[in-house]
Structure formats: structure tokens, C-alpha cells
């Protein structure tokens, strides 16, 4: 078993920065893969990025690429989503999951262990 606790999250004005956190407990060498997801009210779980937690191989969805960064901690079991230069049509929940295996890491089903969500606000 994995249990993920993040924070991080806020309100911050256009243009500004964040980094949500992931920490990991439990069982946090089990982790293969560290997904991140959003969600707005009334809308689909979409894919925002993911990292591979032996070597930090990255992957992110287009609308975010140079603009978030991924990375993680190995000895404390966290992930990190550092997000940069943001918009308005940042706003939503943000989630981070894990998986213990090699997997389709853009799909919300190839996660077994999810975190409990953090609000992400960015005003005009």
C-alpha cells in the first residue's frame, strides 16, 4: 500500500509560480511511476505529466511543456510539479497518483494509488 498527501497548492495572480508536492508513505520503493492529473468541475481527469521514478524520465501533455517541470526526491519519496508562468486556464484540482508498474502513464486507469487533490487557482 501507498498513501500520497500533497500540498502546495493556492492562489496565485497570472504569470505566477507554484510546486505542489507528492509525498509518498507506506511503501514509497514500490513507486514506479508518479502521474499527475487535473481536474476541472464537471470535467474529464486529464493528463499532465509523469515521471519514471528510477532515472526521471519525464513526460508532460503540449499545453504545459516549458512551462512545468516534474522531478522527484528518491531518499524522501516526493514528487514535484513546479509550475511556471501561469494562466488562467490553469485553474483546477491537481492530482498526483502512482503506480508500482511499467504503464500507459497519460491514462488515470493505470493508476493504483492516488493523492487527495489540491486546488490551483490563478486569477487574472
Known amino acids: 500500500q501507498v498513501q500520497l498527501v500533497e500540498s502546495g497548492g493556492g492562489l496565485v495572480q497570472a504569470g505566477g509560480s507554484l510546486r505542489l508536492s507528492c509525498a509518498a508513505s507506506g511503501r514509497p520503493s514500490s513507486t514506479v511511476v508518479m502521474g499527475w492529473f487535473r481536474q476541472a468541475p464537471g470535467k474529464d481527469r486529464g493528463f499532465v505529466g509523469a515521471i519514471i521514478w528510477s532515472g526521471g524520465r519525464t513526460f508532460y501533455e503540449d499545453r504545459v511543456k516549458g512551462r512545468f517541470t516534474i522531478s522527484r526526491d528518491n531518499a524522501k519519496g516526493t514528487g514535484y510539479l513546479q509550475m511556471n508562468s501561469l494562466r488562467s486556464e490553469d485553474t483546477d484540482v491537481y492530482y498526483c497518483?502512482?503506480?508500482?508498474?511499467?504503464?500507459?502513464?497519460?491514462?488515470?486507469?493505470?493508476?493504483?494509488?492516488w493523492g487527495q487533490g489540491t486546488q490551483v487557482t490563478v486569477s487574472s
Open positions: 497518483a502512482s503506480v508500482s508498474r511499467h504503464t500507459i502513464v497519460d491514462r488515470a486507469s493505470s493508476y493504483d494509488y
